[in-house]
């Protein structure tokens, strides 16, 4: 079955401990997204990547970093430098073009204490 | 910038139909879409429209665009219990990336 997934569900920190999310596709998308979610806020983009070894700041990209080493991989990394870091982190993906749908994996709920 | 504007809340007995409404900003906006959340889920499409169309039909669901009033509207016909969720309204301006808004909560009822 092809999808994106994101591990795990859920996720437990201590504040000033960095933490990475995962997110894995097999739809063989150019395109991946980071989004946060907080109640009432809807969604929020971090970051986004449309091709392998590039990405771009979205909204809210301060406290977080990217990577894209390979087409199907686009790991989140919640730093200590974020103020804020609990809350819910959905990944998507598409093929790039616009009137392409945005895949969503189940997200990960982050909570930092 | 661009802004997506919903409101937040709208509650339905089962067998209505709803109407969740969004207005957006962006006068460039290409694509408009409407996607669903399910408690602790991640997001569906529903469907979208073309900005040069003012009405799509799928089944149950109707997308009506006012592209002068920067209006869009979903409408969903003999609604159910299992309709209950987030409905996010978000547009595409030929980037590639969308703009949500903060989402509709819609609760049925039996």
């Known amino acids: 079955d092809g999808g994106i997934t994101q591990s795990p569900k859920y996720l437990f920190r201590k504040e000033g401990q960095n933490v990475t999310l995962s997110c894995e596709q097999n739809?063989?998308?150019?395109?991946m997204y980071w989004y946060r979610q907080d109640p009432g806020q809807g969604l929020r983009l971090i970051y986004y990547?449309?091709?392998?070894?590039?990405?771009q700041k979205g909204d809210i990209a301060e406290g977080y970093s990217v990577s894209r080493e390979k087409k199907e991989s686009f790991p989140l990394t919640v730093t200590s430098a974020q103020k804020n870091p609990t809350a819910f982190y959905l990944c998507?993906?598409?093929?790039?073009?616009?009137?392409?749908?945005?895949?969503f994996g189940p997200g990960t709920r982050l909570t930092v204490t | 910038g661009e802004d997506v504007e919903q409101s937040l809340f709208l509650s339905v007995r089962e067998g209505d139909s709803s109407v969740i409404n969004c207005t957006y900003t962006?006068?460039?906006?290409?694509?408009l879409y409407w996607y669903k959340q399910e408690p602790g889920a991640g997001l569906q499409l529903l469907t979208y429209?073309?900005?040069?169309?003012d009405m799509k039909q799928d089944q149950r669901l109707t997308v009506l665009l006012n592209k002068k009033d920067k209006h869009l509207s979903l409408r969903i016909a003999d609604t159910q219990t299992g309709d209950s969720a987030i409905y996010f309204c978000?547009?595409?301006?030929?980037?590639?990336?969308?703009?949500f808004g903060k989402g509709t909560m819609l609760l049925v009822s039996p």
């Open positions: 998507a993906s598409t093929r790039g073009r616009e009137s392409d749908e945005q895949y």
């Open positions: 739809l063989n998308h150019d395109a």
């Open positions: 990547s449309q091709i392998v070894n590039d990405f």
């Open positions: 962006d006068s460039s906006s290409t694509y």
């Open positions: 429209i073309f900005s040069n169309m």
């Open positions: 978000a547009e595409s301006n030929g980037y590639s990336t969308l703009t």
